[in-house]
């Protein structure tokens, strides 16, 4: 498939990608970003999103003009960005026009594993390689562990961060989720402020923030005709994440046999120690674990001042700079 060149650049030798997804008639969108100076052997990795903001908003987005993706550029990596269905410049499912409580949750982790498990495939096909990396967040964990599963021989290494693990169930009713749901920019500042403790200086910065919020607003064309402005986003991840909270996890990650890192921010209330600790014990097939804790970051450590942390971490492991 050529790249389509019909959606904004964020960088001007990014290309964009098209590509057939589980849902026939829908296409996923895949943004890719070449290294300047290719290290030997091609290295593809993909970032795989989590519940609330597509590619353009976390691994491909600028912080005083540098992004992670620049980083992982830099040294060498062919880097790959998946928008799921119903987020940034991926189709929309048809539910998402009607009431959302007429339909179930969109996008939950076994469709998600489809969409990354052909969004993988035409990676390994662009790049002329047969297995890529994959860098996952929060909830998007569970789909990318469930692809490792299915298919391992596309999986090189695999970097969780902020993963969600199996929490005990609680006697709490299980919550109906609708659809969709629709997510302003209050609902975003609130959320990603929650976790600094009290008395803690900001990890994030206000105009930071104010950059990628008109950003985010844009993922959506009818944000703007809503009050307050806000954008429209499926409800499966959210789903399978209280699922994994109400001992239900989606997958079992002693299945998982590639070598995995979890990174985590020390103020993460859905990544605590007690979840690391039983993730990282759980993936006793994997060939290689790290858990690596990083200081002064929250579940949205990629947005913060720790991100150059994240960074290095990542860097490190997905070149297999570690012994086992």
């Known amino acids: 498939m050529m790249p389509t060149e019909s959606f904004e650049k964020l960088d001007p030798r990014e290309h964009h990608f098209r590509v057939s997804g589980p849902i026939e008639g829908l296409r996923l969108f895949l943004r890719h970003l070449a290294p300047l100076r290719p290290a030997g052997r091609t290295r593809a990795v993909l970032f795989v999103h989590g519940m609330s903001f597509p590619s353009a908003l976390s691994i491909a987005h600028r912080f005083d003009g540098r992004s992670w993706r620049d980083e992982l550029c830099d040294t060498g990596f062919d880097v790959w ?18 009431p959302a409580e007429q339909n179930p949750p969109l996008g939950q982790a076994q469709e998600i594993s489809q969409q990354i498990e052909c969004a993988a495939r035409f990676i390994c096909a662009q790049n002329a390689v047969p297995r890529i990396s994959l860098i996952a967040h929060s909830g998007g964990t569970i789909g990318t ?9 596309l999986v090189d290494r695999l970097v969780f961060f902020a ?52 950003r985010y607003l844009k993922t959506d064309p009818d944000s703007s005709v809503r009050s307050p402005a806000s954008v429209k ?47 990282f014990d759980a993936l006793s ?11 002064r970051a929250t579940h949205l450590m990629h947005l913060e001042a720790s991100r150059y942390a994240l960074y290095r971490e990542t860097q490190t492991f997905l070149k297999g700079e570690t012994t086992s």
């Open 163 to 214: 993963p969600i693990g199996r929490r005990e169930p609680k006697h709490n009713p299980a919550p109906r989720f609708p659809a969709w749901r629709l997510i302003s920019l209050k609902d975003q500042w609130e959320r990603f402020t929650a976790e600094v403790p009290e008395g803690q200086p900001p990890v994030l910065s206000e105009a930071h923030f104010r950059d990628w919020g008109e």
């Open 233 to 279: 986003t499926p409800t499966g991840i959210v789903r399978d994440i209280t699922a994994a909270w109400q001992g239900k996890l989606a997958y079992d990650p002693v299945h998982v046999r590639a070598p995995v890192a979890i990174i985590r921010g020390e103020w993460d209330s859905m990544c605590t120690d007690a979840d690391a600790r039983w993730l």
């Open 81 to 98: 960005g998946l928008d799921f269905y119903g987020f940034g410049y991926s189709d929309r499912y048809a539910e998402m026009s009607q």
């Open 285 to 295: 097939n994997s060939t290689v674990k790290r858990d690596v804790k990083i200081s």
């Open 145 to 153: 562990a469930i692809v490792a599963i299915r298919s391992p021989e």
